[in-house]
């Protein structure tokens, strides 16, 4: 028997009644499920694995459930749990729902040197998203920089892993997207752009690279789904409740769906991160043709499909000439050499997940959250595959 149980058990036999340790006995047992649990890990391939499976049983071909599969274990991979396995069921049931077409193909619509225009025809934002972000980066490496616009997509998870492959081959990356309205403007108590999250990444010298990733609200809406899948408050500033009024009450904020821009209210200058949501919305929505602001169905609205616009981009360096690496490297490590205010060093966009990533590969897998592996287990019976398989944390 555990510490834990010993404790608990100990208070029970002083409770002043039988039925309050009855009671408190559930509590002791999901408190030690949870201590056994978080000893546990998933393999990232088992997670790969799960996710395509499901989206397989769902109608999608094995090869573009395996894209997902690998773009939502990433996510998990780099800490953002709220844009991974967390995203999985909403994707089966909106195939589910005929919101998203699980077999379709991106059409290139318009191809014109550096620059195209392609329909997603409402399939898998991460197949067309991959398959955007490829016809960028071949473009950049002809003519120095791409750029490809999409309409007809959807939810294509998180940004980072797009400019991620950009910079795997050298090239700086861009992308960015709209999303269904989620922000209140400044000054405004109903939603009318989205969380209209945005990434750039460059790779520098030593190995080193910068790769920022951001929502233009104060926080993407999986974290406040997080929050209510662990039963916990969010930071003020993330939100307005259903009174229009910032809250911190996370079930309140999820029923209003009124992010706050980056920077929260006007004072703190909030209304900068709703001036970068609506740049956004430029470069996708109106550039693309697809729907734009609040022409966007509501997250939770089933009553047509999503049509989201997007925008990536490619550059190579080297077009513009020689060391733009080694001058990135340079100002990263000025950067990381500045006195700190406390024993935590300097902070460079894409450190955190890098941070994530190597704890992952020490421990052999990725650490869920209790609520998360019991959802996913639950899943899985209903899918008919197997459930994740769990293993033993590595000590670090």
């Known amino acids: 028997m555990s510490n834990v149980h010993r404790s608990l058990l100990a208070a029970c036999s002083n409770a002043s009644s039988l039925k309050y340790s009855l009671k ?8 030690a499920s949870n201590r056994a649990t978080e000893q546990m890990v998933v393999p990232k391939e088992d997670v790969i694995r799960f996710i395509a499976e499901c989206l397989t049983k769902s109608g999608t071909t094995p090869e573009d459930g395996r894209t997902v599969g690998h773009h939502l274990m990433t996510a998990d991979y780099c800490g953002h749990f709220s844009h991974g396995m967390n995203r999985m069921q909403m994707y089966v049931q909106d195939i589910k729902d005929e919101m998203t077409d699980p077999v379709a193909k991106p059409k290139v619509v318009t191809d014109f040197q550096a620059i195209a225009l392609v329909d997603g025809n409402n399939g898998l934002g991460q197949v067309v998203g991959k398959f955007c972000m490829e016809m960028a980066m071949e473009k950049a490496k002809k003519f120095g920089i791409g750029m490809v616009s999409v309409r007809g997509s959807n939810h294509y998870g998180i940004c980072g892993y797009y400019t991620r492959m950009a910079v ?50 104060a926080v993407a809406l999986g974290k406040i789904e997080l929050a209510i899948r662990k039963e916990e408050p969010i930071p003020e500033g993330w939100a307005l ?3 229009g009024k910032p809250t911190r009450d ?20 909030g209304y900068k991160g709703y001036g970068l949501g609506l740049m956004v919305e430029v470069l996708c929505g109106v550039l693309s043709g697809s729907e734009f602001g609040s022409n966007i169905r509501q997250w939770k609205n089933k009553s047509k499909i999503a049509n989201l616009g997007q925008c990536f981009m490619a550059v190579d360096p080297a077009a513009f000439g020689p060391g733009s690496e080694e001058r990135l490297g340079k100002l990263l490590q000025q950067l990381r050499d500045l006195p700190t205010v406390s024993d935590k060093p300097v902070i460079i966009a894409g450190d955190p997940e890098k941070a994530s990533m190597a704890r992952v590969d020490k421990e052999g897998g990725i650490t869920y959250h209790p609520n998360q592996l019991q959802a996913s287990k639950e899943f899985a019976e209903l899918m008919g595959v197997q459930p994740m398989k769990l293993i033993a944390k590595k000590a670090v």
């Not at 945005?198 to 609200?217: E, N």
């Not at 996370?250 to 009124?258: I, P, T």
């Open 250 to 269: 996370s079930e309140d904020a999820y029923k209003a769906s009124l992010l706050m821009p980056l920077g929260g209210e006007e004072n703190n200058s």
């Open 24 to 31: 408190l006995a559930p509590v002791i047992a999901r408190m």
């Open 168 to 217: 795997e081959q050298g090239l700086i990356g861009f992308t960015c997207t709209n999303t269904s309205p989620l922000m209140a403007p400044t000054r405004s108590k109903k939603a009318c752009l989205g969380t209209n999250p945005l990434s750039l990444g460059m790779k520098a010298a030593g190995g080193d690279s910068f790769v920022l990733d951001m929502a233009t609200t």
């Open 241 to 243: 409740g259903t009174d």
